[in-house]
């Protein structure tokens, strides 16, 4: 099944990735790992928004936001990453509201871009600030 923005899915090492660049990024911490430029990593890190609760008598579904990946850095740090081909509204505001939750972490939007990094990774917004910039140059 396709998504939205005809993302497919691809299994790696019998993990399950909702897109190529999330399964590449997956790859990119594997290498980083191995090279000890990283401690390690985790899959699929989970959030509650707005907890469960009960609205006129009827349960209403907690809230919630999965990044990515979860990197654990030598240095003790923590980043947590979502791999992101394109943004929607709804999305957005939900990595607002996790930003203003947890303000003492490192939340980061990431994209693929062989033109505008050298890594091949790129935060989100700089991509398409970048993106901008080369259109309007054009």
């Not at 791999?83 to 996790?98: A, H, I, N, R, W």
């Amino acid at each position: 099944m396709k998504s939205k923005y005809n993302a497919r899915k691809i299994t790696v090492d019998g993990i399950r990735f909702d897109s190529k660049d999330e399964a590449r990024y997956y790859e990119y911490l594997k290498k980083l790992k191995a090279k000890g430029l990283i401690e390690n990593f985790e899959l699929q890190p989970k959030f509650t928004l707005i907890p469960a609760f009960v609205y006129k008598g009827e349960k209403e579904r907690p809230a919630t936001y999965t990044l990515d990946f979860l990197i654990y850095n030598i240095d003790g740090t923590e980043i947590y990453v979502d791999v992101k081909g394109d943004s929607t509204p709804q999305g957005e505001l939900k990595f607002k509201m996790l930003k203003h939750l947890h303000p003492d972490m490192d939340f980061r939007w990431i994209s693929r871009s062989l033109k505008y990094s050298e890594s091949g990774w790129i935060d989100f917004k700089e991509l398409k600030k970048k993106r901008r910039e080369s259109k309007k140059n054009a």
